[in-house]
């Protein structure tokens, strides 16, 4: 049967320690925390992206598999909380921060990703705009929006629980990140984080592409043990981030028409006061990506 993890909704820390070359072992370390109490939906963090687990008594559903090599903390992980085998992998997109655990799940596991990164993750299960997988408590709806930060990103809804992933399309608030070799563009970016805000209705909390956006501080002195659940981010943040992206791109256009180089538009940005919290650490990468654009 599933977890009793999933009947009393405890938040499992793991430390788990793999072989790694002679004479040293590398520490890998995956942290299992509940997204609500009773609930059968986790998060995994640690070792690249966010992973989410939603651990159900017919298999697991895993989403996003993080760095080569973290395949296997994350498997067990969920061992060391269900007797069910991971049935389906879906990937928001085929960075390998996001992907690159796959191949640690063998077996007949079937993988989900947009049809852009189909070939590059070894999806098996292709999506083009919309797919629903599941139905009730546990409905997983997949969206694809258009280019952002690659050209094949997947938006994860569970609807009935009012949860969402958007993968790297909100991988925190931060400057824009893109990868304009795997399709992406800052400007198209803001127009799908548009879209996103303004067509998906109904979710609450959501979950960001990368640590940085998920509050996960911890007591040291708590036992192994934590009832606990992490902050999520909530859509009126996704609302601003949508909000955020727009003016970015606006104010890069102004310096740009102005006649500034990247260096020099980077470096005197001039956005709202609301945003003066955001890492803005990749802005110069994000004014040089809209440079190119522009240029073509």
């Given at each position: 049967m599933v977890?009793?993890?999933?009947?009393?909704?405890l938040t499992i820390f793991l430390v788990l320690i793999l072989a790694a070359p002679v004479?040293?072992?590398?520490?890998?370390?995956?942290?299992?925390?509940?997204?609500g109490p009773g609930d059968i939906l986790y998060v995994l963090i640690g070792g690249g992206g966010n992973t989410l687990a939603l651990m159900r008594d017919d298999g697991v559903v895993v989403i996003d598999t993080k760095q080569p090599g973290w395949g296997v903390p994350i498997r067990e992980a969920i061992e060391a909380a269900t007797d069910r085998p991971v049935t389906t992998i879906i990937n928001t997109h085929a960075h390998a921060d996001h992907a690159g655990g796959n191949k640690d799940f063998p077996g007949m596991v079937e993988i989900v990703a947009h049809a852009n990164a189909a070939s590059a993750v070894g999806a098996t299960r292709p999506v083009t705009d919309r797919l629903t997988l599941l139905s009730g408590p546990d409905q997983i709806d997949l969206y694809y929006f258009g280019r952002g930060?690659?050209?094949?990103?997947?938006?994860?809804?569970?609807?009935?629980k009012r949860l969402a992933y958007l993968g790297d399309l909100f991988p925190s608030k931060s400057a824009p990140n893109v990868d304009a070799a795997a399709g992406g563009s800052v400007s198209a970016l803001a127009d799908t984080l548009r879209r996103v805000a303004t067509e998906i209705k109904g979710v609450m909390r959501v979950v960001t592409g990368h640590p940085e956006g998920l509050a996960d501080a911890r007591d040291p002195a708590a036992t192994s043990v934590d009832i606990s659940t992490p902050r999520m981010m909530r859509w009126s943040d996704v609302e601003e981030y949508a909000d955020f992206t727009r003016d970015f791109v606006d104010a890069v256009r102004k310096a740009k028409s102005a006649g500034k180089t990247a260096a020099d538009a980077a470096a005197g940005l001039s956005l709202p006061d609301r945003y003066r919290d955001y890492d803005m650490r990749n802005a110069l990468a994000a004014v040089e990506a809209l440079y190119r654009e522009e240029a073509r």
């Open positions: 977890a009793w993890a999933g009947a009393v909704a004479g040293a072992q590398e520490k890998r370390s995956v942290r299992l925390r509940t997204l930060h690659t050209n094949g990103d997947l938006v994860v809804v569970f609807p009935q």
